[in-house]
């Protein structure tokens, strides 16, 4: 879709008006304006009459481009998910199977882009015409896709929170009160010290779920007046894990319980406990922020508080179809909270 951002008028040093402001003088989302003048979906008498009033107040003039806005849906969103080298796959797919599920229940199909790409990406699909809507995932606190995501004047939804979210639905899971269930069983349960299997000492990672839950343990451990240790891996797979193994296993001997953030890295802590022929949940616990699923796949079941990728997925699909559909108002930012933890054979009680 064209945009209908135009350049400063250098006649008279004034910028001219977007739909944007539009949108704000109105009190409507972007894609409503979008909506009044494409005549893509149904907008209400009194909401195309207050959005008529603002462009004549602004003296809002679309160029060409947005002139030529499509009229035809196409019953397509774009997903957009990074599914880079680094990427653990078995947390992206639930969340997209689900999409994608809740997607053809309401007739449509997904485009599924899986390279981490910046503006540029979401502006070529939005150029083709070929969706109505876009999912973006892996949203990090400076993402520099969302001005661009907010200028398409089509329905966006981010799973995963921003610090300038930019007018866009937000759906995110709170990971804090995640990590803050996961250092709770293992204060309550008798452990002297806390280890967490943390990311790459040399990695990037600035997703916003990521430092929220390393914090919430932190503090949580303070507050029950344990020790905790964050215990960066020293570098991504199986091998980063092994050269960490004897700062991370420390205290093997005196109450040790184990926290792991991700699939991938439970299955690398779970293969490390046996090669040291350390049992858990009999000589040390292992407690992890991973699905229902994950936890029950192992010969003893883990410890675990799921992140409900199901549930976080169904709300940004209900968000996008409301949009879809005409529902106006503020944006929204929607959190899922966790279920609680579910202790099973990885906990090993130390009490008095």
Known sequence: MARDERSPDKRNGRSTPTSRDVAARAGVAQSTVSAVMSGKRAVSAE?????????????????????????????VVALIVHLGPSADAAESVPYIDTIIDRARENDY????STVREGPEGIARLAGRSICD????????????????AHDLGLPVVLVGRPEDPRGLDVVDFNTRRSAELLVDELAITGHRHIAVLGEPADGHDHFRFVLDFYDAARARADLHGIDLTVVPRASDGWDGVVACADQLLAHRDDRLGLIT??????????????????????????AAF?????????????TNVSPRPQAVSNLAMELLFDRLEGAEGPPRLEMVEPRGL???????????
């Open 47 to 75: 909401t195309r009459a207050r959005v008529e009033r603002a462009m004549r107040d602004l003296q809002y003039q679309p160029n060409a481009g947005a002139r030529t806005l499509r009229t035809a849906k196409t019953n």
């Open 109 to 112: 199909e997904v485009v599924l």
């Open 133 to 148: 809507a876009f999912v973006l995932m892996d949203i990090q606190p400076d993402d520099d896709r969302i001005p661009a």
């Open 261 to 286: 953030r991700a699939p991938r890295v439970t299955e690398w802590l779970v293969r490390l406990l046996y090669d040291r022929h350390l049992v858990p949940g009999v000589d040390i616990s292992l």
């Open 290 to 302: 991973c699905t229902d699923g994950t936890a029950l796949s192992y010969p003893r079941p883990i």
């Open 342 to 352: 579910v202790r099973r054979a990885t906990t090993a009680l130390f009490f008095e």
